[in-house]
């Protein structure tokens, strides 16, 4: 069986960041997106597309979330394809996880930490009416703590944007991913270059 990892966090907090770091890895991340553009996600595009019809459930209060719960254990169980090793789902809303997180065997959890402050003035920059949507997500993360801590891998944006090595590294270690030379190299050359396309 495949190993299999789903990336969790929040909007402008650095999932994409690290969802494309794992792509570069060997973790296939799904289908529907273009790994070359600077401006990918790396979402799959029938989770991402069903996540949003929870979102929409949610907001109507109708929050069974059952459609989104499988649409992420069908990418994620999906066989992974040639050059890849692992699968992975991006799902940076913290707020409806626990409705709609599956089930899976060799599952990993990865959450996606990044400075509050700066991640609210990105999403403030970017959507200005989000304010009442900040603390919604600040009660989430917080209740997300208190729950879900014991069973996830934390990986610091902050750290691997600022120090593209030392997060490299942190990452390969928290994933029991090997740390091979040409593999630093190409990642850290790869976030380097990238950086202007982050939520800063």
């Known amino acids: 069986m495949h190993r299999m990892f789903l990336i969790i966090g929040s909007p402008s907090g650095g999932t994409s960041a690290v969802a ?6 060997g973790v296939d991340m799904g289908r529907g997106f273009d790994p070359f553009d600077p401006d990918c996600k790396y979402e799959d595009a029938g989770a991402a597309a069903a996540v949003v019809r929870h979102q929409e459930e949610r907001a109507n ?3 069974t979330g059952e459609e989104a719960k499988e649409a992420i254990r069908r990418a994620l169980s999906r066989q992974p394809r040639d050059g890849f090793w692992a699968t992975g789902v991006k799902y940076p809303d913290i707020a409806a996880l626990p409705e709609i997180i599956p089930t899976i065997d060799n599952m990993s959890l990865i959450y996606v930490r990044r400075d509050p402050e700066s991640t ?3 999403i403030i920059n970017r959507f200005p009416r989000w304010y009442e949507a900040l603390q919604t997500m600040a009660r989430s993360h917080y209740n997300f703590y208190n729950h879900y801590m014991g069973q996830v891998i934390q990986v610091n944006y902050d750290l691997l944007v600022d120090d593209p090595v030392a997060g490299v590294e942190s990452v390969c270690q928290s994933l029991g991913i090997a740390c091979t030379h040409k593999r630093i190299s190409d990642a850290t050359a790869w976030i380097s270059a990238e950086r202007r396309h982050y939520h800063r």
Do not use: D
């Open 20 to 25: 494309g770091l794992l792509w570069r890895f």
């Open 61 to 63: 209060r109708f929050k």
């Open 120 to 122: 609210a003035r990105s």
